[in-house]
């Protein structure tokens, strides 16, 4: 039996590691809302940057981001191109800095492999879907995005 | 088939990589526009330092510096810092030049200290000469790397406080959708297929209820999440104990996406709820029985 709940609370502080990156990028703290459990993968967003996990958790952990969200970070960075290219490689970027504070952060405890961009609904060979997923969708700036944490028993 | 890609800069080692300016920037900089941090990140550079070290001088996000960094990296601005092995051990102290293979750089920290164990104490000025401040300027001249590899190479630990989130954060309820493919996008995007979610009561009268009264599904989230503290903690401990339950039992109970919807759900499926009284005993340390009881 496991007391400590110390992977929820890993995982909650990574998780906050993405509001502190809007707040810091993009000026304003995401607001989180209602978490679900889904049965099916849900549909993502324009452009998904997925980073799997290992060590204490297996799976993977998903930032779906839309379009309109995407392109408002670009600006914000003074990004000329806000192009589909464009907001695959932000996604790429965001999950990078994410996943290298995770990896400074946890150590071996959790260990992230490097992030792999996909497009809407492309789902990256490499991962595999899990029996029930946790979605966290949040609100920035207007646009609704989620995040996506998908482990194996 | 998929195209997801992996950037190449994706691939931190978690020896944080070192940047230096570009010898021939002069040539590239006239018309490039940044935002002022990244001048600010990219006037640091002129000899190498890492993300973690230009945050601490710079008093910014480490995020932001990276980002910063990428920036300067695309407009080819600034470049990783390499350098060939007797560069190296010119700079540096014999002892520390010396490989030392069998000695982990950073010993691993116990498990219950995650949190504070990883973190290096704040650098002083005085304690690295790689603080000192540099001249500012894009016309200021690359100077001889200097790259002391003598403390912890983790040395920011830029992660915000988990109760921020935790606390506009609601607790996890019931929701019982219509089917597998209606799942809860928020929002739909062109590229996607998302669709509207659809709650019905069609599936719960589907459903095999038994005789028994059920249990009110609400208080037993709430004691879940609980004993990880509530917030996001508590809602991913919830989640790893419907990890626990078969997909079968819940897809048997109509159950295909759970959120805050519902506050009056209760389990009536029999085998779902003595799944979810187990893992909830095994994993959460809740017991569920009990909880009905009082």
Partial sequence: MTTSFETERELAVFIGTIGRYFQTVGGALPAFLAPTLELVVPPRLACTGYMPVSGRLTGWIALSLPSDLLRTLLQHMGEDQHDETAQLDLVAEITSTLTSNAREHFGEHLRVAPPLAALAADFPDELTAPPLSFRLPFQWQGSDAFLLIALQR | ?294
């Fill in chain 2, 1 to 294: 088939m998929s195209s997801a890609k992996s950037p190449a800069s994706s691939a931190t080692p978690r020896l944080a990589d070192r940047y230096v300016r570009c010898e021939d920037f002069a040539a590239r900089i006239d018309g490039i526009e940044l935002a002022p941090e990244v001048w600010a990140v990219f006037a640091q550079l002129t000899q190498s330092r890492n993300a973690p070290e230009l945050a601490q001088t710079l008093q910014l996000d480490v995020e932001a510096v990276n980002a910063s960094l990428r920036r300067l990296v695309r407009r080819k601005l600034v470049r990783k810092h390499v350098l060939g092995w007797r560069d190296y051990t010119a700079t540096q102290a014999p002892s520390a030049a010396s490989p030392a293979p069998t000695t982990p750089l950073v010993p691993p920290a116990p498990t219950a200290a995650v949190a504070t164990d990883l973190i290096s104490p704040p650098f002083t000025r005085d304690a690295s000469p790689l603080l000192t401040p540099n001249p500012v300027g894009p016309s200021a001249t690359p100077t001889a790397p200097a790259a002391p590899l003598t403390r912890s190479p983790i040395i920011s630990l830029r992660i915000s406080n988990p109760n921020t989130s935790a606390q506009t954060a609601p607790a996890i309820s019931f929701r019982i959708a219509a089917s597998p493919r209606s799942a809860t996008p928020s929002t739909t995007t062109p590229g996607t297929s998302a669709s509207a979610p659809s709650v019905t009561s069609a599936i719960i009268s589907a459903t095999p209820l038994s005789n028994s009264p059920g249990i009110k599904l609400r208080p037993v989230l709430d004691a879940i999440g609980a004993k990880a503290g509530g917030g996001v903690a508590g809602q991913l401990l919830v989640y790893r104990v419907f990890l626990q339950i078969p997909t079968e039992l819940m897809q048997a109970a109509g159950l295909h996406s759970l959120s805050l919807v519902d506050d009056h759900f209760t389990v009536q499926h029999p085998p779902l709820r003595a799944a979810l009284a187990d893992a909830a005993r095994r994993h959460a340390d809740v017991d569920i029985d009990a909880l009905v009881a009082a």
